[in-house]
């Protein structure tokens, strides 16, 4: 079984409920991040029981609703059924699920040290992960700097770990679908808006804004499909800086990247809504609008 992120009838996002239950909540230490100010740090829990998927509220200020009743207890859940967390956020029961692949972990070199990957991103000392489409990403400073690779070790701040397949438990890979965001640039007021539910963040700054106008176009005109939206570093520095300057600062991009990512992130959202590959760049949101 999963549970899928809504956005209005849209699903964002997507993650199968395993044999060790799904934590839901605001704090980056859950399985499901949902940054919208109506959902509590540790909101709520889903696990399984036999076929049957069950929630529990975790004392959530703004609480857990079935069919518009407050949960106070565990309570089994059907598949098509929606929950509510909080005013704005809705997940719903789906069907079936495993994602495509085997479970993984990420083990530490001549260490005791063992991670199950359950979500999107894992913490290590000194860096992350980040499992996307595109294949795993190791990212230390708040940049991606290198591809990883099954049974591939890789150095993470002063250790080494290892990606291999995991045999040995019920642990499934996570959903690598797009933040459950929402951008939207005018281009007339020379602004865009990210926004998750009542969370925003606005940018003003005449090259983020040229930056985020120029990811959401290729975004909005791409068909879908996993090469959806990338864009060349060179086609990218032209739209920001224009055909005379674009190739007299190279790094300028890369400033810039960071100093979105950097402004997200203050406001409550995942830094890697803007994703960076080797010579090309996109934006990982659910949708965008130009006006």
């Not at 929630?55 to 509510?84: H, I, K, M, Q």
């Not at 570093?233 to 920001?240: N, Q, S, T, V």
């Not at 991009?253 to 994703?275: D, I, K, P, S, Y």
């Amino acid at each position: 079984m999963r549970l899928e992120v809504l956005n209005g009838d849209h699903v964002v996002h997507s993650c199968t409920v395993g044999a060790d239950g799904v934590r839901i909540g605001r704090s980056s230490t859950n399985d499901l991040v949902l940054r919208d100010a109506g959902v509590s740090g540790h909101h709520a829990v889903v696990w399984t029981e036999g076929d049957q998927l069950v929630v529990r509220d975790l004392g959530s200020t703004n609480g857990t609703f079935l069919r518009e009743r407050r949960l106070d207890g565990p309570t089994s859940l059907a598949e098509g059924d929606v929950l509510a967390l909080g005013p704005d956020v809705r997940l719903r029961v789906a069907g079936g699920g495993v994602e495509p692949g085997l479970p993984m972990r990420v083990v530490q070199v001549d260490g005791p040290v063992a991670h199950s990957v359950r979500a999107p991103r894992l913490a290590l000392p000194g860096g992350e992960l980040l499992f996307r489409e595109d294949g795993t990403w190791l990212a230390i400073g708040g940049e991606e700097v290198a591809q990883i690779e099954l049974d591939a070790p890789f150095t993470c701040g002063d250790q080494r770990w290892v990606l291999e397949e995991d045999h040995h438990t019920a642990t499934v890979r996570p959903s690598t679908g797009p933040l459950p965001y929402r951008l939207e640039v005018d281009l007339g007021r020379d602004e865009a808006l990210l926004s998750e539910g009542s969370r925003t963040c606005r940018f003003r700054a005449d090259h983020r804004v040229a930056l985020l106008a120029a990811l959401a176009t290729r975004r909005r005109d791409d068909p879908p499909g996993p090469g959806r939206g990338w864009v060349e570093d060179d086609e990218l520095r032209r739209a920001i800086w224009g055909r005379a300057r674009w190739d007299k600062l190279p790094n300028n991009l890369n400033v810039l990247v960071h100093r979105v990512r950097a402004q997200a992130e203050r406001a409550g959202f995942e830094r890697w809504f803007v994703e960076r590959r080797p010579g090309r760049t996109r934006l990982h949101v659910a949708g965008v609008t130009l006006r």
